[in-house]
């Protein structure tokens, strides 16, 4: 067990909740981010003992802000879990500005607000461990997804050059691509499309959060610490990279 602090953004619903169980049973004092949905968010803080905070990730200052105000609260932050992801579907041409930067600036410049704020006391501490979800569609492309797929892949980018530059600080900053994992965001999808999905996994059925919420307890513990600016696949081998 540890008493170390865990930041976790989307850490209420979803893949990130069961993140955010995960680290709060493996010992770690756990504060999640969440934008809007406050009954999703007192639940896991009434069943989970973790700390939510209201937060847009898409805003620098209110990050910079709430790293801060966990940090007081809870203490050094050792390990941030970037999840919070939304999708805006629709085709290039038809993809309004509103949707590209939507998910662009949700998915991926978040990244940059969260860890421009937490990775300087990570350097100065010595130890951090950053874990990025990504995706499939940001490995192989997906249609109608081409803001997701741009910004699911440009965090695997952001995830390899970070862990270069922080390696010898005892950093990592490593990526997950999940395939279809149930979830919110997967049971607004239309049902035929999702059937057609499902037949191209070899496993024959949607991933489980808690399928991975292992993994990125895994990679937060010390016996990851060799492995760094990866991108970890769990996705019943719909694509092998
Ligand atoms: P959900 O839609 O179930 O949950 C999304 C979470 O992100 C919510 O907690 C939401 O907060 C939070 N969030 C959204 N926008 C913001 C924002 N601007 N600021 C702060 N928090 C925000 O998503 P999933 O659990 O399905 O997905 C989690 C991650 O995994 C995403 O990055 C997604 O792209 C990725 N992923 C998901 C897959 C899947 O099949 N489900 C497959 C591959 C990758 P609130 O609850 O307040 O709305």
Redesign the pocket.
């Known amino acids: 067990m540890t008493n170390k602090v865990a930041i976790v953004?989307?850490?209420?619903?979803?893949?990130?909740?069961s993140i955010s169980e995960a680290l709060v049973k493996a010992g770690y004092k756990v504060a999640a981010?969440?934008?809007?949905?406050e009954e999703?968010?007192k639940q896991c803080e009434t069943e989970l003992g973790l700390k939510a905070y209201k937060?847009?990730?898409?805003d620098y200052d209110a990050c910079a802000a709430a790293c801060a105000a966990v940090e007081a609260d809870l203490g050094p932050v050792a390990v941030l879990v970037n999840?919070?992801?939304?999708?805006r579907d629709a085709v290039l041409h038809k993809m309004t500005a509103q949707q590209w930067h939507e998910v662009v600036n949700?998915?991926m410049t978040?990244l940059f607000n969260t860890c421009r704020a937490i990775v300087p006391g990570m350097r100065d501490r010595g130890f951090g461990r950053i874990v990025n979800?990504?995706?499939?569609?940001g490995q192989k492309g997906q249609f109608g997804q081409t803001n997701?797929s741009a910004a699911?892949a440009g965090m695997i980018g952001f995830t390899k050059a970070l862990a270069l530059e922080n390696a010898a600080k005892g950093i990592t900053v490593n990526a997950i691509?999940?395939?279809?994992?149930?979830?919110?965001?997967?049971a607004s999808m239309r049902q035929d499309v999702l059937d057609s999905i499902v037949r191209q996994i070899p496993a024959g059925r949607?991933?489980r959060?808690d399928e991975?919420a292992g993994l990125v307890a895994y990679l937060a513990s010390d016996f990851a610490g060799f492995i760094n600016g990866a991108t970890i696949a769990a996705n019943g081998g719909q694509y092998m990279s």
């Not at 937060?55 to 898409?58: A, F, M, S, W």
């Not at 979800?133 to 569609?137: A, L, T």
């Open positions: 953004t989307g850490g209420t619903r979803g893949i990130g909740r981010f969440y934008h809007g949905n999703a968010a937060v847009d990730v898409t999840n919070a992801g939304i999708t949700t998915n978040s979800i990504s995706s499939i569609n997701y699911k691509a999940p395939g279809y994992i149930e979830t919110d965001m997967t949607m991933g959060c991975i």
